[in-house]
């Protein structure tokens, strides 16, 4: 049996499978085919649906609703308030059920407070959307986005840090505080070391 903290206002419906260590505080909801990994973190009032999945160490935020087709992996940041949806052309009088858009967020990627992620997306490891963003195309492993809707500024390394380096072209960089290397080909970053 998972050892994990649950306030005593948050409802875990049965069947929810979540990790040791992780916590869910007050007045969240996880539904009964939700799947969060170990040393979690749901803040107040999080909803998290049936068919999505968390993956470890993913901080939650207040505020913040997963809904179905929602793919949570390792080490992501949810800030508070942050929105993502699952059906690109809602209207309450048509059911759409069918038609939800998976929407994966690769690991260590932050998602900023108050931004808001487009269904249908892949959201790049360790990249980083700003407060506000609006997100509504794949983004790029390592992309730094800010605006409405999100455009790319920079890119930023796995530490949290914006890179010198030009958004295009060949060109190669060190972190200070990790030594990790990154070379830039075109409009790909790869980290060489980890």
């Not at 040393?39 to 993956?55: E, H």
């Not at 949806?85 to 309450?92: D, E, F, G, I, L």
């Not at 407060?131 to 930023?156: C, E, R, T, Y």
Request: aromatic share 8%.
């Amino acid at each position: 049996m998972a050892k994990f903290i649950q306030h005593e206002s948050a409802i875990i419906d049965e069947g929810a499978k979540i990790g040791d260590d992780s916590k869910v505080w007050h007045f969240s909801h996880v539904c009964s085919g939700a799947v969060i990994g170990e040393g979690c973190s749901l803040g107040q009032n999080v909803f998290v649906s049936n068919k999505v999945t968390i993956g470890n160490n993913v901080k939650v935020q207040n505020n913040v609703s997963v809904y179905d087709n929602v793919y949570i992996e390792d080490d992501v940041f949810c800030g508070p308030s942050m929105v993502f949806t699952n059906v690109y052309n809602p209207r309450s009088f048509i059911e759409r059920k069918n038609e939800y858009r998976d929407t994966i967020i690769k690991q260590g990627a932050t998602l900023g407070a108050n931004c808001t992620v487009v269904c249908g997306i892949e959201v790049g490891k360790y990249s980083l959307i700003g407060a506000g963003a609006v997100v509504n195309k794949d983004i790029p492993a390592f992309a730094l986005m800010v605006g409405v809707p999100a455009k790319q500024i920079a890119w930023i390394s796995k530490y949290g840090e914006q890179l010198d380096l030009p958004l295009v072209g060949y060109a190669e960089t060190v972190c200070e505080h990790t030594g990790d290397k990154y070379v830039l080909k075109n409009s790909t970053l790869s980290l060489l070391s980890n």
